[in-house]
């Protein structure tokens, strides 16, 4: 990986970071807040591929690993992980790698429906698969439950896909990062 690449890489991962700076809006029937993290993971995957966008939020998640209080509730570390919220978090290299892969595999006709579908798809979809069962198991709830505590999120999701989508149609026509397979 060239250094430009590892550039990238880290400064996706500071915003993720930087996104933790917007209060996470706590939900009285579902222990994981509102936060507007999830808006850096679509914009890596976005903006960077799956390749790089995916690795910037490995990095992230190990900063919060290792304990830094990089997460909007200002936690870290493994514990953090361990919480109701965590197989959110854990989704999001997934998510972005995810993105990312879908924006390469439409690149040539890459447009504002087609980034709504890949940012949707990963941002939406990936993450919701791995952090409803998580939250279940982590949270004490049944599956159903969660899920339909999880449906809270969907409309401020839906915005972050819109402004994710908008942003990395915007990047592509300005300094493209993304190549085609």
């Known amino acids: ?41 679509m914009l890596a995957g976005s903006v960077l591929g799956a390749r790089k966008g995916g690795l910037a939020l490995l990095v992230f998640v190990a900063l ?16 953090a992980l361990l919480r109701p ?4 978090v854990l989704s999001w290299p997934i998510a972005a790698f995810v993105i990312g892969w879908l924006t390469e595999r439409v690149w ?13 798809a990963g941002g939406i979809v990936v993450s919701y698969l791995i952090g409803v069962p998580f939250l279940a198991v982590a949270g004490g709830l049944d599956l159903g439950t969660a899920l339909t505590g999880s449906l809270a999120f969907v409309p401020g999701d839906a915005v972050k896909v819109v402004l994710a989508s908008i942003a990395g149609v915007t990047v592509r026509r300005a300094y493209p990062l993304v190549k085609a397979p």
């Open 108 to 120: 040539n006709r890459y447009n504002l429906a087609w980034a709504l579908l890949c940012n949707a």
């Open 64 to 79: 919060v690993a290792v304990g830094l209080p990089v997460l909007s509730s200002g936690a870290g570390g493994l514990a």
């Open 1 to 41: 990986m060239r250094t430009k690449d590892l550039v990238h890489v880290a400064l996706f991962a500071a915003i993720v970071v930087v996104l933790a700076l917007f209060p996470a809006v706590p939900l009285p029937f579902v222990p994981v807040p509102i936060t507007a993290q999830s808006l850096g993971v």
């Open 85 to 88: 919220s965590g197989g959110f």
